[in-house]
């Protein structure tokens, strides 16, 4: 008696229907996958909004955007479960966090983002998916956001650490950290990890200009001559000051990040990410928001500032 058996047509049948049911399932396998990766992204900023709020609540101010002890991310490390990490600072040494900078916290990275955590060289760097926010990104020096300097630089321009105090135009609606595509430490072909250098040196009246002319940088700008830097935009999560631990609102996500010809302090710094068409952000009031890079480029300005441009000096501010 024969046994029974599948026919080649029917093979290829079964083949033909495993082949459309794995078609149909894929997408919504990947789909769950970016939404898992997106749920915990917010869940790191949400942790990182409670540590800094936390940090306030003892010192009565947001950690600086540097200090003796780093980037505002050094300075929240007792906050995130990371004492044993804070104890090995050495601000008495030249480089307070050599001792740290190589190791990589869970919670600074993004999931969305497949980018090495770690850089190797003759000293290897940790980097960071999170950056805080310095203002709206108007004036040399005048940052109206939450992260600034710990001291005043020039007495015509305020500085020093920032407390719900200064934020009068609420705390629901001023952005406290966002996202970026850190940089990669090395060349790298994608613009948006970038800090490219604009060929002039724009002052303040020419704004406009010099924001037209970094939106402009091309997805191929490294083919294209422009020059910049992979070593900012969160490429050392120890790494303090402007444009290292910091982001601003002078463009709306997704847009290329330049500094102003060389100048570190008027530069454009841009929030960005992996995630479908939007980056998370997380507000003062602890909050996590999704901004669409069609946003408003204004009402993404008024996010980025504490008291809505009041404290901004409408004038070209001198040189460092």
Not at 237 to 247: E, L, R
Not at 280 to 292: E, N, P, R
Request: a negative charge.
């Amino acid at each position: 008696m024969r046994r029974g058996g599948f026919s080649l047509i029917e093979l290829l049948v079964a083949i033909v229907i495993m082949g459309l049911l794995l078609a149909i399932a894929l997408p919504a396998i990947q789909a769950s996958r970016k939404a898992a990766r997106s749920t915990q992204c917010r869940s790191h900023l949400k942790q990182i909004g409670a540590a800094l709020h936390n940090y306030e609540s003892i010192h009565g101010v947001f950690p600086p955007c540097v200090s003796d002890s780093g980037s505002w991310h050094v300075s929240i490390l007792p906050f995130i479960d990371q004492t044993p990490l804070y104890n090995l600072v050495n601000t008495s040494a030249s480089d307070p966090t050599a001792a740290i900078n190589h190791i990589p916290i869970e919670i600074y990275f993004c999931p969305a983002d497949a980018a090495p955590r770690v850089f190797k060289g003759d000293v290897d760097y940790a980097a960071t998916s999170y950056l805080g926010n310095s203002g709206s990104g108007t004036s040399k020096l005048n940052y109206d956001g939450v992260f600034r300097h710990l001291e005043t630089i020039f007495p015509q321009f305020p500085d020093g650490p920032v407390g719900f105090a200064e934020i009068t135009d609420g705390a629901s609606s001023t952005a406290l950290v966002s996202e970026v595509l850190h940089s990669l430490g090395g060349n790298s072909t994608e613009a948006i990890r970038m800090v490219f250098n604009t060929p002039q040196r724009y002052p303040f009246e020419e704004r406009e200009a010099f924001l037209a002319e970094c939106a402009s940088i091309p997805a191929n700008a490294w083919q294209q001559g422009w020059r910049g830097s992979n070593l900012a935009h969160g490429w050392r999560w120890t790494q303090g000051s402007i444009g290292y631990s910091t982001y601003n609102h002078a463009l709306p996500p997704m847009q290329p990040s330049c500094f102003n010809r060389s100048d570190v302090q008027t530069g454009i710094y841009t929030a960005a990410s992996h995630h479908r068409s939007s980056v998370h952000v997380v507000y003062c009031d602890g909050h996590v928001g999704t901004v669409s890079p069609a946003v408003d480029a204004a009402l993404w300005r008024q996010a980025g500032s504490r008291n809505d441009f009041e404290t901004q000096d409408l004038f070209e501010a001198p040189d460092l």
